[in-house]
Nanobody
Framework: QVQLVESGGGLVQPGGSLRLSCAASGFTFSRYDMTWYRQAPGKERELVASITSAGTSTNYADSVKGRFTISRDNVKKMGYLQMNSLKPEDTAVYYC?????????WGQGTQVTVSS
C-alpha cells in the first residue's frame, strides 16, 4: 500500500523554525523525485521546493530561497523540509509529492501556521 505521510507542522511565531517530514512506504522511494507544495486558503497550490531522486539537485521558489532547505534520506525513505525565518505568508497546508514516470503520489498534508 502506497503511503506518504507528512508530519511536523504546527503553530510557530514569525521568525521561528519548523522541520517537516514526509515518510514514504509501499514503493521504491529512491526512484522518485520529490517536491513540497503548499496551499494557502483561497490560493492555488504552489511549488515550494523540489529535489531529484538521488538528492543531487534542488530547486526552490523565490519566496523561500535562503530560508527553506529540502533534503531526503533514501535509506530511511524520508523527505524533509527545514523551514527557517518563517513569515506569516508561509501559512499554508504543506504537501509532499513524489513522481517517477507515470507514478504520482501525494500525502494528506500538514498545516503550518505562522502567527504571533
Amino acid at each position: 500500500q502506497v503511503q506518504l505521510v507528512e508530519s511536523g507542522g504546527g503553530l510557530v511565531q514569525p521568525g521561528g523554525s519548523l522541520r517537516l517530514s514526509c515518510a514514504a512506504s509501499g514503493f521504491t522511494f529512491s526512484r522518485y523525485d520529490m517536491t513540497w507544495y503548499r496551499q494557502a486558503p483561497g490560493k492555488e497550490r504552489e511549488l515550494v521546493a523540489s529535489i531529484t531522486s538521488a538528492g543531487t539537485s534542488t530547486n526552490y521558489a523565490d519566496s523561500v530561497k535562503g530560508r527553506f532547505t529540502i533534503s531526503r534520506d533514501n535509506v530511511k525513505k524520508m523527505g524533509y523540509l527545514q523551514m527557517n525565518s518563517l513569515k506569516p505568508e508561509d501559512t499554508a497546508v504543506y504537501y509532499c509529492n513524489v513522481v517517477w514516470r507515470t507514478y504520482n503520489y501525494w500525502g494528506q498534508g500538514t498545516q503550518v501556521t505562522v502567527s504571533s
